[in-house]
Structure formats: structure tokens, C-alpha cells
């Protein structure tokens, strides 16, 4: 039987993996999109000190608010709910910081 830390380990892990996947498929197939609406102030390269750095904290974010809550309930539809509650406020914080702060 696995212990605690070692399910969370699995959720942690397996997060990465599939928080990556997602991510390279998203930012590989929209960069045109973003290049045409906000090329003027976007890096020629990816600053990826930065990028790493908030995959990094955002699936460590991911495991300690979302996936260890929810492992005592054993309920994947809390993990879902949780989940999708995390993302909307996480990509919303950024979303808005962008309408406050950039032109168009």
C-alpha cells in the first residue's frame, strides 16, 4: 500500500507531466495568435528562467491546494472542482493583470 507522501509524490509527478504536455501543444499552436496581437512587446525568445520558474510554483501550487486536499476524501471530483477553481483564479490573476497594465 502506498503512503501518503508517496500518492502525492504520484500526483506531483504526474501533474508535471501532463501540466507540460498540455502546454507545449497550447503555446506551439497559438504563439501566431499572440505574435499578431501583442507582437510589438513580446520577447523574441522566451525568457525561460521566468517560464520555469512558474510552471515550477504553479504545479507545486497544483498538489498543495488541489490534489493533498482532496486525497483524505478520495473523491476525483473534488480534485476536478478544486482544479478548475485553481486554474480560473490562476490564469484569471494573469488575464486581468494584462487588461490593467497593456494597450488594445
Request: charged residues 10%; neutral net charge; proline residues 3%.
Amino acid at each position: 500500500m502506498r503512503t501518503s507522501h508517496g500518492k502525492i509524490f504520484d500526483g506531483l509527478s504526474g501533474n508535471s507531466e501532463s501540466f507540460y504536455d498540455r502546454h507545449l501543444v497550447w503555446l506551439s499552436r497559438t504563439i501566431g495568435l499572440y505574435r499578431s496581437a501583442i507582437g510589438e512587446i513580446m520577447l523574441e525568445t522566451p525568457g525561460w528562467k521566468a517560464a520555469i520558474s512558474f510552471y515550477l510554483m504553479y504545479i507545486v501550487g497544483i498538489v498543495y491546494f488541489v490534489i493533498a486536499p482532496a486525497h483524505p476524501a478520495g473523491s476525483w471530483t473534488s480534485v476536478m472542482l478544486s482544479g478548475a477553481l485553481f486554474g480560473l483564479l490562476a490564469f484569471a490573476t494573469s488575464d486581468m493583470t494584462n487588461l490593467a497594465t497593456l494597450r488594445g
